[in-house]
Nanobody
Framework: QVQLVESGGGSVQAGGSLRLSCAASGRSLRDYAMGWFRQAPGKEREFVAAISWSGSLTSYAGSAKGRFTISRDNAKNTVYLQMISLKPEDTAQYYC????????????????????WGQGTQVTVST
């Protein structure tokens, strides 16, 4: 079992940047495909970005393409989400998630496919 802890959220003005981190413990992240999701008040949790265990494959939601970058450092057991040109509509609780994927180079974009979730970190973007 893997435990995930997100950090790096905060309040920024529109156009600003943040880098979210997701630190894992309990097992090596090399065994997991990872994803970032977000949930705004009153809305469903939505996909933001995903990455295969090696980092060779990535996927982004349309709203994130060109502004967000997902990456991972398996040696540090950490996954990152670099966000630039933030907009007020990016305001949400951001969650990282892990799915056991040893031996497969895939990523996952759907909430039900993930096995483990962090508690989330809040991102607030003001005008």
């Amino acid at each position: 079992q893997v435990q995930l802890v997100e950090s790096g959220g905060g309040s920024v003005q529109a156009g600003g940047s943040l880098r979210l981190s997701c630190a894992a413990s309990g097992r090596s992240l090399r065994d997991y495909a990872m994803g970032w999701f977000r949930q705004a008040p009153g809305k469903e949790r939505e996909f933001v970005a995903a990455i295969s265990w090696s980092g060779s494959l990535t996927s982004y939601a349309g709203s994130a393409k060109g502004r967000f970058t997902i990456s991972r450092d398996n040696a540090k057991n950490t996954v990152y989400l670099q966000m630039i040109s933030l907009k007020p509509e990016d305001t949400a609780q951001y969650y990282c998630a892990a799915r056991f994927a040893v031996g497969t180079s895939v990523y996952y974009t759907r909430v039900p496919l993930y096995d483990y979730w962090g508690q989330g970190t809040q991102v607030t973007v003001s005008t």
